[in-house]
């Protein structure tokens, strides 16, 4: 086969106290998300994408919860790692699409400095990805503002064919 596609999902709670990274950039918000590593929801759904895509599990395999290696963790630096094994195994990525869910802080004012800083981490054009932000319209807990989600959906080119 000489494409193969991923999808990725992650959430995290919003508290006092953390920073907010999303896409390897922090925006400016009175929140942050709380997670083990910097809890990049955007940036971990791609990986998970990516990783499913490859038939490789999740990046709780990789990168446990539970390891104090990981506390605190930049997940721009841990996407490098996705992005090798991805090349290693002989893809490529064609193209990536992502939605953020939330209800505030307003992202689109961030969205391109979020494309610019994954397409140079995943080594791909600023076209072969994209970034949506939207909200819950108040329902459930991202709508109550309790936390951040995304999704991502990778498109895997067999370099080896």
């Avoid at 990783?51 to 721009?76: E, T, V």
């Avoid at 994209?130 to 080119?157: D, F, H, M, Q, S």
Wanted: with cysteine; glycine share 10%; proline share 4%.
């Amino acid at each position: 086969m000489n494409i193969r596609i991923g999808n990725g999902y992650d959430i995290h709670q919003l508290v006092e106290g953390r920073s907010l990274v999303l896409g390897g950039v922090k925006i400016p918000h009175s929140l942050g998300l709380l997670g083990h590593s910097d809890a990049d929801v955007l940036t971990h759904a791609i990986m998970d994408a990516l990783l499913g895509a490859l038939g490789m599990g999740d990046i709780g395999h990789y990168f446990p919860p539970n390891d104090p290696k990981w506390q605190g963790a930049d997940s721009i630096m841990l996407l490098k790692q996705v992005v090798e094994l991805v090349h290693s195994q002989g893809w490529q990525i064609g193209n990536i699409d992502s939605t953020i869910v939330a209800e505030r802080p307003k992202l689109k004012p961030h969205l391109k400095s979020m494309r610019l800083v994954l397409a140079e981490t995943l080594a791909i054009e600023i076209d072969q990805i994209n970034i949506k932000a939207t909200t819950n319209e108040k329902l459930g807990p991202v709508g109550r503002e309790e936390g951040i989600c995304a999704y991502a959906v990778v498109l895997l080119l067999n370099t080896s064919s």
